[in-house]
């Protein structure tokens, strides 16, 4: 996991222009490099935009993309909407809490897998749906969420873990959120 840098920091506001008018650009930016948004760099920010802290605070705390604790390497966001819930997302989620022994909401104690459970994607017919580092994947089971966790976080170059099967064709179906011009095949 990257530490702060200042001088990082400062780079990502000049490449977006020091302006008070670019603030939720650098803070995504400055999201992108560390997984979160640090406090210092959130100060740093504040400082070199002439933004009053609480003001760029609000904004941090408002959106949902930003988040204010260290993130995973991964991010592995189980649906748990109602659609999906019916069709297993609940068993999904536990599965995955305990394959890398943590509860949702958390990461885990390496640092490489943040798990969340989110509402509704908007893409029901899918369900259940996982979403593992913004590629959403639909119709899953418990076995093959694990193994997807389990590929995006295995070291290059090791030994591919067991092929998922393929999944069912699915519609092009928007999901709110993440990049969804269609669900790629599992495996
Ligand atoms: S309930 Fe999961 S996509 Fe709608």
Do not use: W
């Not at 840098?5 to 560390?34: F, H, K, P, T, W």
């Not at 740093?44 to 609000?58: D, F, I, S, T, W």
């Not at 989620?93 to 949702?104: F, Q, S, Y």
């Amino acid at each position: 996991m990257n530490t702060m840098n200042s001088q990082r920091v400062n780079e990502i506001i000049a490449a977006n222009g020091a302006d008070r008018m670019n603030s939720l650009a650098i803070l995504e930016d400055v999201q992108r490099e560390y997984n979160f948004l640090p406090r210092a760099a959130i100060e740093q920010v504040a400082k070199e935009l002439h933004m009053p802290l609480g003001h760029v605070y609000q904004l941090a705390t408002f959106f949902k993309a930003f988040s204010l604790s260290p993130k995973g390497e991964h991010q592995c966001k189980v649906c748990l909407g109602t659609a999906c819930h019916v069709k297993g997302g609940a068993l999904i989620l536990e599965t995955l809490e305990k394959e890398l022994k943590i509860k949702v909401g958390s990461t885990t104690v390496d640092g490489k897998v943040s798990l969340e459970g989110v509402r509704c994607l908007g893409a029901c017919a899918l369900a259940p749906i996982v979403v593992v580092d913004n590629q959403p994947h639909g119709q899953m089971t418990a076995d093959a969420a694990v193994r997807m966790v389990k590929e995006a976080t295995a070291p290059k170059g090791a030994a591919a873990p067991a092929p998922v099967p393929a999944p069912k064709p699915a519609a092009k179906v928007p999901v709110r959120g993440v990049d969804l011009s269609a669900v790629p095949p599992r495996g």
